[in-house]
Structure formats: structure tokens, C-alpha cells
């Protein structure tokens, strides 16, 4: 299960970017449809590397984004069944290509006061 080394990198990656004397609240991640990433494995994956740790409740949120089969003759958006593909545009039968759905980004972090969490939010 290969989400298991990205959400330990994403892990090391937050850490990085964090402020001391802060604990991650949520990490907002973007996953392309061509990344062979499945986000529920890598939310699951993500829960596995943070427990134990100050970070255990960090939420990560996942956002996907399909890729898309277009047409470079006509423009064409070909809809297509997910995880099917089109190899000819409906219209013009030109072979289609792919745009977007390639990302695995690290979007945004947002971080707690570690003394803060030591309190019962309201
Ligand atoms: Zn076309």
C-alpha cells in the first residue's frame, strides 16, 4: 500500500511547515484521478501515521480532481464513466488527449496553540 509512504511523507512535510508550540488541525491535500492514490486509503494510511503522536487528531481532507478527455481538433469535453476512458473524440474521431487530474499537492495547513488544546473548546 503505497499511501502508507505518502502520508508518511505528507506527515514530514506538514512538520516542516509548522509553527512551534503548534499541533496540526486538518491538512487540506489535492488527489488527481491520475495519481494512483485512493483516498481512503490514504486517510486511512494518514490516521495510521499521526496516531501517537501530538498531531493525532489532525484531520486530513482530501480534494479530487477528475481528469479530463478533450478534444484537440474540436474542444470537445468527452464524458466518460469514471475510471473508463475514450480513446476517440464522440464527435470528430480524433484520437483525445488528457488534461489535469495529475496532482497530489499539499494545499493548506492549519495549526492549534498546543496550550489551547489543553482546553475544552466550546
Ligand atoms: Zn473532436
Do not use: K, Y
Not at 512535510?13 to 481512503?40: F, K, M, N, Y
Not at 473524440?89 to 488534461?99: A, Q
Amino acid at each position: 500500500m503505497h499511501e502508507l509512504s505518502i502520508a508518511e511523507s505528507l506527515f514530514e512535510l506538514c512538520r516542516e511547515r509548522l509553527p512551534a508550540g503548534h499541533r496540526l488541525a486538518t491538512v487540506q491535500i489535492d488527489v488527481g484521478e491520475l495519481s494512483s492514490i485512493e483516498p481512503e486509503l490514504l486517510r486511512f494510511a494518514w490516521q495510521a501515521v499521526v496516531a501517537g503522536s501530538p498531531h493525532t487528531d489532525a484531520t486530513l481532507q482530501v480534494t479530487w480532481h477528475r481528469a479530463e478527455q478533450l478534444c484537440p481538433r474540436c474542444g470537445e469535453v468527452a464524458e466518460r464513466q469514471p475510471g473508463s476512458w475514450l480513446r476517440f473524440c464522440p464527435l470528430c474521431l480524433e484520437p483525445l488527449s488528457v488534461r489535469g487530474g495529475d496532482q497530489l499537492d499539499l494545499v493548506a495547513i492549519t495549526t492549534i496553540p498546543l496550550p489551547a488544546d489543553l482546553e475544552v473548546s466550546s
